[in-house]
Nanobody
Framework: VQLQASGGGLVQAGGSLRLSCAASGITFSRYATGWFRQAPGKEREFAARISRSGESTYYADSVKGRLSISRDDAKNTVYLQMNSLKPEDSAVYYC?????????????????WGQGTLVTVSS
């Protein structure tokens, strides 16, 4: 099983980025997927989640209205569109896949993890 995250980079405050996470080795449509992030010296925190069907999304309050998660099962890929970025959004962003049916923001509930992609937002 592999989750390959990409799309990170350096962007100015107010700018946008789109992260991608391509999955292989799993039946992607059977997994809800999420994005987490971890800033230096801080714990990993939940950012967003999308259900298996793509019909339901769930966001942390800190990113609501600025980040948008979507998925394309034909490409086994989940996306995170990040708009109106702030310096406090700087972190390594990780994608994760969850076989469970219960909506959760708890990292331990997710079965598989990608390697992370670095997002740096300059002020």
């Amino acid at each position: 099983v592999q989750l390959q995250a990409s799309g990170g980079g350096l962007v100015q405050a107010g700018g946008s980025l789109r992260l991608s996470c391509a999955a292989s080795g799993i039946t992607f449509s059977r997994y809800a997927t999420g994005w987490f992030r971890q800033a230096p010296g801080k714990e990993r925190e939940f950012a967003a989640r999308i259900s298996r069907s793509g019909e339901s999304t769930y966001y942390a309050d800190s990113v609501k209205g600025r980040l948008s998660i979507s998925r394309d099962d034909a490409k086994n890929t989940v996306y995170l569109q990040m708009n109106s970025l702030k310096p406090e959004d700087s972190a390594v962003y990780y994608c994760a896949a969850d076989s469970g049916l219960v909506r959760t923001s708890v990292a331990a509930s997710y079965d598989y993890w990608g390697q992370g992609t670095l997002v740096t937002v300059s002020s």
